[in-house]
């Protein structure tokens, strides 16, 4: 048996997809815990390239049981447009099971999320307007809408109503926008009851019993550590707890079941979005990085802003999600360079900092201090041993390895299943 938690160690886009799909190979369950449509993680299969934003990339996985968690937060047009899509590819859908307790994503919340953003003015989040802040609002204001409660119209229908007497009113007082109507709402919602009714499940039941049962069951995570509503950049996050602990609060599993926790790290660091981004590379070397790296966006097409690998970043994911391992994705985008620099700490208003500011102000103030390594001029893309690897780039993946915390079990050197460097097996 074991129970292993994937989660982003940066800002997002690590790789995630690749690694759970690499590790799915070998598991019964893969459980998204938190998040929603937010997220976009790609899989590259043979060549074959998936697109997954609310369905788990362990979908792609013919063997495990895909399942969406309580955490999650659902939008079920996006839900039956992805399994159409899936469907169509050949991808067998008909294992998905869904948290009778994950919440829904009413289409309104789309609406507050970019009004929301609108209010903000030039201190907007930058979300992807999914509705997937808002919701999870709504959760937690005890005003939102699960999956169970497509099964009780009477009850669906008095919760929308009293949702949206705040909202209408916010649509209507403050931004002179027809108010939403509860019937429209509802029915929208309920014809999606018959079709969804039979994947409904105990997510917590069934995936304690699969542990009891030795199974292995993995725990993949949307967007990343940097992201986290608690431990992130607030006010600069997504509104879930995408961390390590987030995987027990969303799928109902408890601590002590878990035996590992996989971070994923980009060799060098993206974010999409706004918020302080201390190694951001604003000139030709960003945008550099980002053609060779095809940073943009799988959800919403935008750039992503790239820079230097960030150690502090590094260390404090791996503190605060109490990581095992690290996978260390995209190291074949760095060769070319003649030298990498890689942040090992931080200049505070002139001081030195060697942990994760726990201040926001001094995180917006903060200014890399870099550590120069050797770079590499051969191709990559095809090492399998890390022996392979030209010695730079081995000494490069050992530095990290020093400086963040926790040991570095994988290396990817392409976007494939097959073009990763196995150093510990993760399973
Ligand atoms: P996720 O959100 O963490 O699942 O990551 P995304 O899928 O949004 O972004 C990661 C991108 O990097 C995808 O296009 C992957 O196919 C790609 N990728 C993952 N690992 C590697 C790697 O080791 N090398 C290269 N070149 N691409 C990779
Ligand atoms: P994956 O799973 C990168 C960012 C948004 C925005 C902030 C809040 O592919 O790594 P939200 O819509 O969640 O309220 O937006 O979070 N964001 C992501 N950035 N990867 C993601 O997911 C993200 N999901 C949300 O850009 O800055
Ligand atoms: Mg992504």
Redesign the pocket.
Known sequence: MSAIIVV?AQ????G?GKVTDLIGQDVDYVVKFN?GN????TVVVDGKKYALHLLPAGIINPKATPVIGNGVVIDLDVLFQEIDQMDAEGIDTSRLRISSNAHIIPSYNKIM?NLSERSLGDRL??????G??PTYADKMNRIGIRIQDLFDESILRQKVKSALEQKNFTMEKEFGLEPVDVDQVADSLLQYADRIKPMVFDCSLEVNKALDEGKNVLFEA???TM?DIDHGTYP????SSPTAGGACTGSGVGPTRIDRVVGIAKAYVT?????PFPTELLDQTGEDLRQAGGEF???TGRPRRCGWYDAVVARYASRVNGLTDIVLTKLDVLTGYKQIPVCVAYDVDGKRVDEMPADQTSFHHAKPIYEELPGWDEDITGCRRFEELPVNAQAYVRRLEELSGCRISVVGVGAGREASIERTTLL
């Not at 989040?125 to 999914?130: A, H, M, S, V």
């Not at 600069?236 to 509104?239: C, G, N, P």
């Open positions: 982003g800002w997002g886009d690590e995630k998040g937010n997220a976009g993680h999320d989040i930058g979300t992807t307007g999914r997937i802040g949307g967007q990343a992201l600069f996050v997504t509104s974010r999409v979005g706004e918020g966006g799988v959800t």
